[in-house]
């Protein structure tokens, strides 16, 4: 196998991933309304079932959410997200203690309570843009951080989406929020250049061709490409039916440098990863 120019690891619960091979992280949505029907799981039992499989299934990680943040979602409280997120949380790190839980918030006191109990990962498609503590609170918990690009918010993020350069402008971005995160500490940083989130087509395209830019900041690159919208309209398939496109396109992802796949579908992203390894040790 090709050795990568950059090494990649993270340090959770006091153990190293090593992430020059790709992982898996699972989705598991505590939502009534995200955007794959599918993967919402509604009460405890199916939580740990689906957790189980993801598990048995080859995921390294699975990330937990509580509120939808497809386009034109109607924001929850955090009271709301707590109420959601805290007992699957404490319910699964019971169950499969070994389990490494990333959870997926904007709101500062969520990724608080809920890395408290059991989570070890704080997964932030804002950036820190819509709770100011949020970067604050990452640093005290001493907690890897999923560092995400989106233009504007999930209520609004689908309109009036401009950029000049996306490449560009999310590369400037990453370094601004990179930079402010270390001066508080905070060095096990993901990168996720956040698909769908405030981008047109073309941007999404041109992201996926160019990830391996971002490679410059010698940090981890996760690609969250499953089953979405930029997918869907390709190939002309719903959410529902977008597998097979989203396999090619985590292929291409891996192909340009992902270090982990976000997705709903834990076994076939793992067989992916098995014939991109495949063809590198050619």
Do not use: W
């Not at 120019?5 to 619960?13: E, G, P, W």
């Not at 192909?255 to 991109?276: F, Q």
């Amino acid at each position: 196998m090709n050795t990568p120019k950059h090494s990649y690891s993270l340090k959770v619960k006091g153990r190293v991933f090593n992430l020059n091979t790709p992982v898996v992280m699972g989705i598991l949505n505590v939502t009534p309304d995200s955007f794959h029907a599918d993967s919402r799981v509604k009460n405890e039992k199916e939580v740990l079932q689906r957790a189980e499989k993801m598990l048995q299934d080859g995921a390294t990680f699975l990330d937990i959410g509580g509120q939808s943040t497809r386009p034109g979602a109607e924001r929850i409280s955090v009271e709301e997200e707590l109420q959601r997120v805290l007992p699957p949380i404490a319910s699964i790190t019971k169950t499969f203690p070994e389990c490494i839980l990333s959870v997926d918030t904007f709101y500062s006191l969520v990724a608080h309570e809920a890395v408290h109990a059991g989570a070890a990962i704080v997964n932030d498609i804002s950036a820190g843009s819509i709770d100011k503590e949020m970067f604050s609170t990452v640093a005290k918990l001493a907690v890897p951080y999923v560092l995400m690009h989106m233009q504007g918010e999930p209520q609004t993020m689908h309109k009036n989406i401009q950029y000049d350069n996306v490449v560009g402008e999310v590369t400037y971005f990453f370094s601004e929020k990179i930079n402010e995160l270390r001066s508080l500490g905070v060095n096990d940083i993901i990168l996720d250049v956040g698909f769908g989130f405030g981008k047109k087509l073309e941007h999404n395209y041109s992201l996926l061709q160019h990830l391996k830019d971002f490679s410059m900041f010698g940090l981890p690159i996760l690609a969250g490409l499953s089953r979405k919208k930029m997918i869907q309209t390709v190939t002309g398939q719903n959410a529902m039916n977008a597998l097979n496109g989203t396999t090619a396109a985590n292929m291409i992802a891996l192909l340009n440098g992902a270090n982990i796949l976000r997705v709903h579908d834990v076994k076939e992203a793992l067989e992916t990863i098995s014939i991109y390894k495949a063809t590198l040790q050619q």
